[in-house]
């Protein structure tokens, strides 16, 4: 996603967050799962707005498939115990 597509983005309010961490306690669910629940969006305009929310940028599933997973600097397990992935780009560059 480059900048201009995460400046259009709908952003996911403090408020929501709040909401949603508060559901999450007491449901057993993730954050992330209440949020996206409640959004009312599709999968890829969710993340679209939680990747404008906090500065991030996203990535398509082709530019995904390109990636290298990088386990020798954050194992398998460390990494699913966390909700994120360390790979390395085709040219060598890392990103999470």
């Known amino acids: 996603m480059n900048p201009r597509e995460l400046e259009s983005a709908p952003l996911i309010l403090p408020e ?8 999450a306690q007491t449901s057993g669910k993730r954050t992330i799962e209440i949020l996206e629940e409640r959004s009312g969006l599709p999968p890829e305009a969710f993340v679209a707005a939680l990747a404008a929310t906090l500065g991030h940028a996203t990535a398509s599933m082709q530019e995904l498939d390109r990636l290298e997973p990088a386990f020798d600097l954050l194992p398998y397990t460390e990494a699913l115990a ?15």
């Open 16 to 23: 929501e967050i709040v909401g949603a961490r508060g559901i």
């Open 82 to 96: 966390h909700g994120c992935m360390l790979a390395r780009t085709p040219d060598g560059e890392l990103v999470m």
